[in-house]
């Protein structure tokens, strides 16, 4: 059965405009993306299909293109459409933290973070540039390393800083392990990158562990 023969309550996209995306599952959200299904299945039946090849929305999300479209009904414009929307909602969260203090919206900071940089296979360590009332001037990736590990180098973090002109900063990296406890090497790295800056009067405000699930606040367990 098609989906403009169900119920105007059970259909996806009548659901979001009465009850907003939140009400929606998985499969439904997916079914207003692709709009269509394919011959036999429903946008919902194709959606639900879809969610179960991949294993869920997230890894679905972060296929690279040549996994993506070797799947039923994805296809090269589905693919950029879907990195469209992705980079649109990066860009989104980072308008917002450019607008006002980092302090006052520890939630979206740690969103955009975790956007940027839990898909990504290796290991990142970047930097969220703040001026002196603690607003996004920007972020930069300084290191990339293998799957465990990122070499690190104070020097070219505060050069950076200096360049931006920043008053503060966060630090952040992933674990592709999925895991958010921080190393010794990383409370280490932490420890060394605050004594760097500090000849630079720049302030190290956190250290943002991205993996599965929250992202972990270095701050907030005193380990700054």
């Known amino acids: 059965m098609s989906i403009r023969d169900w119920p105007a309550a059970e259909r996806p996209r009548e659901k979001l405009l009465a009850w907003g995306a939140a009400s929606l599952s998985d499969a439904e959200l997916l079914a207003i993306f692709l709009r269509t299904g394919v011959a036999g299945r429903s946008a919902v039946d194709l959606a639900r ?17 040549a996994l993506f479209n070797q799947q039923l009904g994805l296809g090269p414009a589905k693919f950029a459409q879907l990195q469209a929307v992705l980079e649109m ?5 980072a308008e917002h933290l450019r607008s006002e203090s980092v302090l006052e919206s520890p939630e979206v900071v ?9 898909h ?32 690190v180098y104070p020097r070219q973090v505060v050069k950076r800083a200096l360049a931006y002109n920043a ?3 966060i630090l952040c990296h992933n674990h592709p392990s999925g895991s958010v406890e921080p190393s010794a090497a990383d409370r280490k790295l932490t420890k060394v990158l605050q004594k760097a800056l500090e000849m630079v009067d720049v302030r190290v405000l956190d250290h943002i562990i991205v993996g599965d699930g929250d992202p972990l606040s270095m701050a907030e367990y005193g380990w700054m």
């Open 49 to 65: 299909h879809l969610l179960a090849q991949f294993g869920g929305l997230r890894p679905l999300l972060e296929a690279n293109q």
């Open 167 to 169: 008053a503060a900063l």
């Open 110 to 118: 740690r969103g955009y973070l975790k956007a940027l940089l839990r």
């Open 120 to 151: 990504e296979p290796h290991e990142i360590f970047g930097c969220l540039f703040l001026d002196s009332k603690h607003r996004v001037l920007g972020f930069e990736a300084l290191s990339e390393g293998t799957i465990d590990a990122a070499v």
């Open 89 to 93: 909602s990066r860009r989104h969260m």
